[in-house]
């Protein structure tokens, strides 16, 4: 058997493969990224590809489920926000081929705005939720996910968590067993959501349930450790490690993958059989809340808390009070925040937005949320995916029943939020009359999440030439008749962008256009910066730009040659003439 | 087999890290240790601090650890090496580059490096200080310095049996660059005394 060390994500790739699916579907979102950047070396086997957004991704998967073949759709903790539509009315529906929907949770919020514990989605959709705890459990319960999901005619969450996408640890792989679909045969009782039809298949989701929580009782991905009679630890997911690593040699463990009906009927039977009974679980007291409700006594949130990632020196403490040793070596390191890349193309657009104090900007998530960092500081709020047209909309519409004439909006999203969740806000602003200006940063991937392509970039997750949808063309065929694009490493050039979008006649938005420099295919003009010292006055208006490759040296501007790009950004700040460019 | 042990490999995101991960699991695992490997993906990645966790026994449990759990931490640079210097064990070990690398808010005025990080870690831990930029430079390429700081650290360690970290090295790099390395190793090696 062939052995790899592989991460949380790749395992489910690998899983996917191997369950025999065909169609998968999702947006990129940390930390699910890697599932499916992973699929693709499987392309002869099945379909893969980016959705617009994690809706489309989920009505795809389903859709695909509902003709027969087994389907997969991921996506991080909020994209199921997103989804959520589908998958309520997917479970009440049920599937055909097996359909599992991976939510990646982020506890601690490494790269997300909150940190929502999905697995109540399990419970309010009514659905069965598997948690695997390290990789080789993301391929095989992966895999017991599609038997699940048939054999109980409903969708399956398959919940994760950021250490269990990508931590790495040794998986033995299989080999690919075929899934053939059933003949299609048309069947509206089923798959036609209406009232009627509704009213009947909640009874149906209910007795599926119930058959699950049977199952729970000696489903193989539930399973016990008995070490010892004294304490007991019920978990799931990667906190299972953290209280394997906590706790004393001679505790057992009710160690559950199927989290979702809560076996309750197992964790009280492992409850007679210890003297002392934890839950260890990371996030809110979901497993808690459900064996107090039980009557189980048992300890956990009171002791280990409801917030961020847990690891097994932080249960230790929490749960036996045992501090770790910390050696405080009485020098604090200074923070090292993120910032926007030397020469990536949002600078110059937020240097800009920067300089007018009257400026209202509602920004979006993405590597431009970086826009509200200091020393540009240029956004007012960042609330969700879409949401800076619409939050800037509602602003506008405030200052508009308030009275207040010195602000101006403005809504700041990227080209994949565009397509994404910003295209029904461009048309809000439009039919609403809204008094702002949206404003697009095409740089021509989906970047924070580490480069995957959109439907404006002109390939797709397989590496094929797309249809390349131009987002001038979108927001024209919307009746923005005055859409502007500029580049934004031209100053003057922007400004002037947004001058003319503020004082145009006709409904106006704007396309700031250059790619990521980070983009491989792309031949990128790339050169260096330096400062004359005997021209530069330290006055640190080119520190204003907020570029890693510049700092101050002897009171000095001073640009790192290995950083430099020859954007020339700062170049057009200094008043003194004193940076040029020379090639590299 | 031993009991679990864990290195904390930290530094700024580009430096190369993860590469000096990879050939340090590939080893382990051929030696037939179970491991686990850990890092911070996202915003991170953009010129932040980044850190990756490397953990091997005969079973591993957690792939993180957390305060006061860490052998070893090899800092990439040195202020890193204070900032996860929480995460040592009281008689862990610290192989640190001799490298300052200011962050954007240094760099935009609204702080200063801090002064005295290499005394600091030394008058706590056990610490083996290098330029392996400098090294690395003499051999002919900065780009290898990931790899001097793995020579440090194996012999740090005390693991050059464990496995034959050379053919490792070898097969793990881009086949243009595996004399540059195997060169880069041995220096790191050689730069930590007894």
């Given amino acids: 058997m062939d052995r790899k060390l592989l991460s949380g994500n790749e395992a489910i790739a690998r899983g996917a493969y191997e369950a025999g699916v065909k169609v998968c579907s999702a947006y990129p979102g940390t930390p699910s990224t890697e599932i499916f950047e992973n699929l693709p070396q499987y392309k002869d086997s099945l379909y893969c590809e980016w959705a617009p957004n994690e809706k489309v991704a989920t009505e795809v998967a389903y859709g695909a489920s509902i003709a027969g073949v087994r389907s997969l759709c991921a996506m991080k903790h909020v994209g199921v926000n997103v989804a959520a539509d589908p998958i309520f009315t997917a479970a009440y529906n049920g599937v055909n081929g097996g359909f599992v929907i991976v939510s990646a949770d982020d506890p601690s919020m490494h790269s997300s705005q909150n940190e929502q514990d999905n697995r109540y989605y399990a419970k309010a959709a009514k659905i069965p939720m598997i948690e695997p705890s390290d990789s080789q459990e993301c391929k095989d319960f992966l895999k017991a996910a599609y038997e699940i999901s048939e054999q109980f005619d409903l969708p399956v969450l398959f919940r994760t968590v950021t250490r269990v996408d990508h931590s790495k640890s040794i998986v033995t792989l299989g080999e690919r067993t075929e899934h053939v679909a059933p003949p299609y045969a048309r069947n509206t009782r089923k798959y036609i959501s209406s009232p009627a039809n509704a009213y009947r298949n909640h009874p149906k989701v209910e007795e599926n349930l119930n058959k699950l929580r049977e199952y729970g009782k000696t489903c193989p991905l539930n399973r016990v450790e008995m070490n010892g009679t004294k304490i007991g630890v019920v978990t799931a997911s990667i906190a299972y490690y953290y209280a394997k690593d906590a706790f004393p040699e001679d505790t057992s463990f009710l160690k559950l993958g199927l989290t979702n009906p809560l076996p309750i009927d197992l964790i009280r039977d492992f409850a007679s059989k210890v003297d002392e009974l934890y839950v260890v679980e990371e996030l809110e007291g979901f497993m808690e809340e459900q064996m107090h409700a039980a009557g189980i006594a048992c300890k956990g949130k009171e002791l280990i808390g409801n917030m961020y990632e847990l690891n097994p020196q932080i249960v230790k403490e929490r749960v036996f009070g045992v501090k770790p040793e910390i050696t405080d070596v009485g020098v604090t390191a200074v923070s090292r925040p993120p910032a926007l890349c030397p020469g990536c193309p949002h600078r110059g657009f937020f240097y800009t937005m920067s300089k007018h104090k009257n400026f209202v900007i509602a920004g979006d998530i993405g590597c431009y949320t970086l826009g509200g960092s200091a020393p540009l500081n240029a956004l007012d709020s960042v609330v969700c995916m879409g949401g800076g047209f619409t939050v800037a909309m509602g602003m506008a519409k405030a200052f508009e029943a308030e009275g207040v004439t010195d602000k101006k909006v403005f809504g700041v999203l990227g080209d994949s939020t565009f397509f994404h969740s910003g295209m029904t806000g461009a048309a809000e602003i439009v039919y609403n009359n809204g008094n702002l200006i949206p404003v697009v940063l095409d740089n021509s991937i989906t970047g924070m999440t580490g480069h995957q392509d959109n439907p404006g970039t002109g390939f797709n997750l397989r590496g094929e030439i797309a249809e390349k949808i131009r987002i001038e063309d979108v927001l024209r065929g919307y009746g923005y008749k005055n859409v502007i694009i500029v580049d934004p490493q031209d100053l003057k050039a922007m400004e002037q962008a947004v001058q003319d979008a503020m004082n145009s006649t006709e409904r106006a938005a704007i396309i700031v256009r250059r790619p990521c420099l980070l983009i491989k295919r792309i031949k990128h003009d790339i050169g260096k910066c330096t400062v004359d010292t005997t021209k530069c006055i330290g006055c640190k208006k080119c520190i204003g730009v907020g570029c890693p490759a510049i700092l101050v040296e002897n009171k000095k501007a001073k640009i790192d040659h290995n950083q430099c790009v020859g954007c020339t950004v700062c170049a057009q700040v200094c008043p003194m003439g004193a940076i040029s460019r020379e090639e590299k | ?194």
């Fill in chain 2, 1 to 194: 087999m031993t009991k679990t042990k864990s290195a904390l490999l930290v530094g700024v995101g580009g430096q190369g890290a993860i590469l000096t991960a990879k050939v340090l699991v590939n080893g382990l695992m051929e030696a037939g240790y179970d491991v686990k490997m850990s890092e911070v993906h996202g915003m991170s990645q953009r010129g932040g601090s980044v850190s990756t966790q490397v953990l091997w026994g005969e079973k591993v449990n957690s792939p993180v650890i957390g305060y006061g759990a860490a052998d070893i931490v090899v800092a990439f640079e040195k202020m890193e090496a204070v900032r996860y210097a929480n995460f040592l064990k009281p008689d862990g070990i610290a192989v640190i580059n001799d490298y300052e690398m200011a962050s954007s808010s240094i760099a935009a005025g609204l702080c200063e490096y801090p002064q005295g990080c290499l005394e600091a870690m030394e008058s706590h831990f056990k610490c083996h200080v290098l330029k392996a930029g400098e090294i690395a430079e003499s051999l002919g390429s900065a780009k290898c310095m990931n790899i001097v700081l793995f020579g440090s650290m194996v012999k740090a360690l005390g693991m050059d049996k464990v496995v034959d970290w050379e053919d490792v090295i070898a097969r793990t790099v881009p086949a243009k660059f595996k004399e540059l390395n195997l060169k880069a190793y041995r220096a790191g090696h050689d730069a930590v005394k007894e």
